[in-house]
């Protein structure tokens, strides 16, 4: 199958500008760019796609994501979690291990994978557990599970607390040229708190959740990081503390990256309207407005490496059971370009190709992944974004099951219209 696409904005990282282009994707692959001023290209027996005035870009790479298959279907499965993706302009996804079972087998790393492969609409890359049921007991079977297909080891959804437990996973790690993506989140420190611990949670009279509880887990794995050589991969970093550690560990060498997702790029505890909607509850907590500050410029110098939206869909009936008993985390497929399109380029903070790059080729990058260029040569995993025109944020549209999000009633610019994953249109708008 082959197909142009024509006459849309492609950045040019060298003139910093877009410029007008038509793109060809012939047997999956990206085959030619060509600026639109020389012409049109002959597009006899090519499928067309009119992109004018719209952006192409390399599609999105989200390496935190949650689609809670097995076990959690009801909450999202790999169908329609990959199709939330889709629309959310993302081609390549990774989803953590805190499904039912734990995907902590070969199994069951290879039951998300043929999963995704009949069922899945964009390229999916299953993550298996550090720990046996993420229990922080026992180590899992590292090589078997790299075997099956695993993309690296994260305990994501809790902390490994044994400082000894989380030495000898990344030293095994290691060993096999495997990353450790690590939830930082020491249990002692938190205690049944689900607000950071600030004005909010001063205000309400709360248990305050404290920044130490993730800086220390951050603290403590730089250090095993640069004795054992791992890859190590710091998951959804929210506070000061944490972007100076990850500077510093950077600074001296140490094999460490770092994510950062949209709600604690954009919102504060201070912005949480109260105790009654738990789609302000998620982990880590927003954190103050300092916290805020410490993450973009940690994104914008490089500190951290790229934009994940930590995906994490639950059910109205979960997310209705009050503050205190609903469970933490908020969805993020459908809204995050937008949401960083509309609040930092639109607002002159950042170039359209630094937001572009912390969602395709810097994730790309870090993981060893083919995709995230637009560029001859590469995989046709292509995303095409309107961002001309206003649309609000309508939770109850979103092709995730979940609906679970802060951010209802937003009015924003920057919305995908076409997925491409390997040169076929996947979900298309257009
Ligand atoms: N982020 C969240 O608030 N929740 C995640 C777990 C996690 O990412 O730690 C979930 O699985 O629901
Ligand atoms: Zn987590
Ligand atoms: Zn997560």
Known sequence: ??????????????????????????NGVITAIVNAADG???TAGHDVVDAKGKLISAGFIDMHVHLREPGFEYKEDIASGTRSAAR???????????TRPVTDTPETVKYILDKAATEGIVKVLPYAAITKNELGRELTDFAALKEAGAAGFTDDGVGVQNAQMMKNAMALAASMGMPVIAHCEDDTLVEGAWASEGNFARKHGLKGIPNESEAIHVGRDVLLAEATGVHYHVCHVSTEQSVRLIRLAKQIGVKVTAEVCPHHLLLSDEDIPGLEDANWKMNPPLRSPRDVQAVIEGL???????????????SAEEKARGVQLAPFGIVGFETVFPLMYT?????????????????????AR?????????AVGAPADITIVDIKSERE?????????GTNTPFGGWKLYGWPVLTM???AVVWSEL
Do not use: Y
Request: with cysteine; proline share 5%.
């Open 366 to 374: 870090v993981f060893g992944l083919a995709s995230g260029q637009l």
């Open 88 to 98: 959310g302009g993302f081609t390549t996804i990774a989803c953590m291990p805190n």
């Open 1 to 26: 199958m082959s197909v142009w696409i024509l006459n849309g904005q492609v950045w040019n990282g060298s003139t910093g500008q877009v410029e007008e282009k038509h793109v060809r994707t012939e």
């Open 393 to 401: 944020v309508e939770p109850e549209t979103f092709a995730s099951k």
């Open 421 to 423: 994953v390997d040169g």
């Open 300 to 314: 914008e110098d490089g500190t951290l490496d790229m934009i994940v939206t930590d995906h994490a869909p639950h």
């Open 40 to 42: 049109a290209p002959d």
């Open 343 to 363: 609040k930092f380029v639109l607002t002159g903070k950042w170039t359209l190709g630094f937001l572009l790059q912390r969602m395709t080729a810097d994730p």
